[in-house]
């Protein structure tokens, strides 16, 4: 159920495909994303093949305002 919460979110985010997303899914765990949303750690997300910094900034900044409205995450 995380991970597809977790998927959605990940798809909302323009630049960010179902490909892409479950790319991101598969090379790092969810507990490890959401404290890298959380601390706004792009690294985590630089080590995705396909994610840049630019990318893994937009990531954390968009997904960090949908964890907070998910209560599931906190």
Do not use: R, W, Y
């Not at 090379?27 to 630019?54: D, M």
Request: with cysteine; net charge positive.
């Amino acid at each position: 159920m995380e991970e597809k919460e977790l998927f959605e979110m990940l798809i909302k985010t323009s630049g960010i495909g179902p490909k892409l997303g479950l790319s991101i899914l598969s090379s790092i765990s969810i507990n490890k994303l959401v404290e890298a949303v959380q601390h706004n750690n792009t690294e985590v997300f630089s080590l995705v093949p396909g994610i840049g910094k630019k990318t893994a900034a937009k990531l954390c900044l968009d997904m960090k305002d949908q964890l907070k409205k998910n209560s599931f995450f906190l």
